[in-house]
């Protein structure tokens, strides 16, 4: 390792797992330090915020980077990839179906935002993930067996937790959030997200460091309690529609555990996925 500055930012939460939170956007990246080789978890929201992190991770270790993961298809967590040349971009098999689209709703997005990270954002030719799996992946950094999961849908269709075992480590994405509330989307599938998170929380124990895409690392008393919240949304979702409301009312008409603001998306996508 490096000198003490090679540590500015980052926050070792477990033996040689260091997580950088970074204001833009309040994202964090991960870095999974094996004895040979190291695991870049997310890259940022543009390829100027993917080379900073790419800076940071030499700094931090000179092994090399033997694989970068992405939790799920959004830009905040994957168009830094293309700072990470010749390194497998591994993510879910949705993410470079999903990517294009994604990324023209973003760059939109972005056009008419005078926000001081734009022209990064937009400038960036956005590298896909080129090592795409199903449901389970797994990685060797030399003497650190990483393992990386597809449970299921529910911010997006393509979600991956990573997890170090030997560590007790799982980077949950955006699948759960601490400073936030969960981000429910026009490509989240509240119906299914609560079951998603159940299988997450069987990988849980009483110790485990549960990194969120956005904000600290939380536990797995976090997760289950953030999960029952995740429950009712759809609960309530499945009994508006049950009872005939129609949806231009079920959002006012619900008891939401969330700011009602934050969960149009999920109304609407709830109730398409139940007709
Ligand atoms: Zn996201």
């Known amino acids: 390792m490096g000198s003490d500055d090679a540590y500015a930012g980052w926050q070792e939460v477990a033996d040689r797992c260091f997580v950088h939170r970074y204001e833009h956007l309040d994202v964090s990246a991960t870095v ?7 695991l870049v978890i997310d890259t940022r929201a543009s390829r100027v ?20 993961a992405n939790t799920h298809v959004h830009f905040d967590h ?6 990470f040349p010749g390194v497998p971009l591994i993510a879910h098999e949705s993410v470079p179906v999903d990517l294009p ?18 022209d990064a954002v937009l400038a960036t030719l956005v590298v896909p993930p080129d090592t795409a799996f199903s449901s389970v992946w797994a990685l060797d950094l030399g003497e650190r067996h990483i393992e990386l999961a597809h449970l ?3 911010h997006t269709a393509g979600d991956i937790v990573v997890r170090v075992p030997d560590a007790d480590v799982v980077c949950a ?9 969960p981000s429910f989307g026009s490509d989240s599938f509240p119906m299914e997200w609560g079951r998603t998170l159940e299988s997450l929380s069987e990988l849980l124990g009483a110790g485990t460091v549960v990194v969120p895409g956005h904000g600290s690392a939380v536990d797995r008393e976090f ?21 005939g409301v129609p949806l231009n009312e079920a959002l006012a008409r619900g008891r939401w ?9 999920a109304v609407a996508r709830g109730y398409a996925q139940l007709r």
């Open 32 to 38: 999974v330090i094996g004895n040979d080789s190291v």
């Open 49 to 68: 915020e993917g080379e900073q992190l790419a800076g940071q991770v030499r700094a931090l270790t000179a092994l090399p980077v033997r694989a970068v």
């Open 78 to 83: 994957l168009f830094g990839n293309g700072a």
């Open 101 to 118: 689209a994604h990324q023209a709703r973003v760059k939109a997005l972005y056009e008419a935002e005078a926000d001081s990270d734009r």
């Open 152 to 154: 299921g849908r529910g």
């Open 173 to 181: 994405g955006d699948l759960v959030e601490e400073s936030a509330h």
């Open 223 to 243: 997760v289950l309690t953030q999960r029952l919240d995740v429950v009712d949304v759809a609960e309530q979702i499945r009994e508006l529609s049950a009872a």
């Open 257 to 265: 555990p969330f700011p009602r603001e934050a969960l149009e998306d």
